[in-house]
C-alpha cells in the first residue's frame, strides 16, 4: 500500500482521541484530494453518504478497527478539519 502524502492522522487536536479517531484521521488522509475538494457542507446526509460511498445502511461509516461508531455528523466535524489542514499544507507537501 502507497502511503499518503497527507498526515493529518498525527496533527494535532483539542479533543478526546481514541482508535476510532485515528482510524477516521487515516481515512481522510488517505482520500484522494481530488475526491475531498469536491465535499460541500451544504450537501444533505443523504448526498454525503453516496458521495463518501462507505457509509453502511445503519448511517455510520464503515471503518476497520473501530471502538466505535462514526456517524454523519462526527464525519462532517473531521473533515471540515481535514480540509482545513490540506488547505494550510498542500503547497508545502505538493501532493
Do not use: H
Amino acid at each position: 500500500m502507497t502511503q499518503p502524502v497527507w498526515n493529518f492522522e498525527q496533527e494535532p487536536y483539542d479533543e478526546p482521541t481514541d482508535e476510532t479517531s485515528f482510524n477516521l484521521r487515516a481515512y481522510f488522509d488517505r482520500m484522494p484530494d481530488e475526491k475531498m475538494r469536491q465535499y460541500s457542507a451544504d450537501w444533505d446526509d443523504e448526498t454525503l453518504i453516496d458521495w463518501d460511498g462507505n457509509f453502511r445502511d445503519d448511517g455510520n461509516l464503515m471503518l476497520a478497527c473501530c471502538e466505535r461508531e462514526v456517524d454523519v455528523n462526527e464525519y462532517r466535524r473531521v473533515i471540515a478539519q481535514c480540509i482545513r489542514y490540506r488547505d494550510r499544507v498542500r503547497g508545502i507537501l505538493q501532493p
